[in-house]
């Protein structure tokens, strides 16, 4: 059995680094959106995990329903969340060629 060299593999490990970057840099341009209530609202997420726009249809806004706009609202954001989750989830085990991320990877769970 050949003895990895120790050089090699840490070249290796620093390209997956640097490619790690880019990767992540990539996904906080990318979004993913998601909708609540039959479309009457819509969250957009990063592919960083951030939320980066909410939008509310009018008609909803004019009902007034105050706890039925916050119930939406959650149900679309942890939908956007969990879009983006899985867009960086593929998108680090195509880099990474399926190997296991450490814990909290992205804020991957």
Wanted: proline share 6%; charged share 30%; no cysteine.
């Amino acid at each position: 059995m050949k003895i990895p060299d120790l050089g090699e593999l840490l070249a290796r490990a620093q390209q997956v680094q640097q490619r790690l970057a880019e990767v992540q840099r990539d996904l906080a341009r990318r979004t993913a959106e998601a909708s609540a209530g039959a479309g009457l609202v819509t969250a957009v997420a990063s592919g960083d995990l951030r939320i980066r726009e909410i939008r509310i249809d009018p008609e909803l806004l004019a009902r007034q329903d105050r706890e039925m706009i916050e119930d939406l609202v959650v149900s679309a954001t942890n939908a956007a969340l969990d879009a983006a989750r899985r867009l960086a989830e593929e998108e680090l085990k195509r880099v990474t060629g399926g190997l296991p991320l450490p814990p909290g990877m992205l804020g991957t769970p």
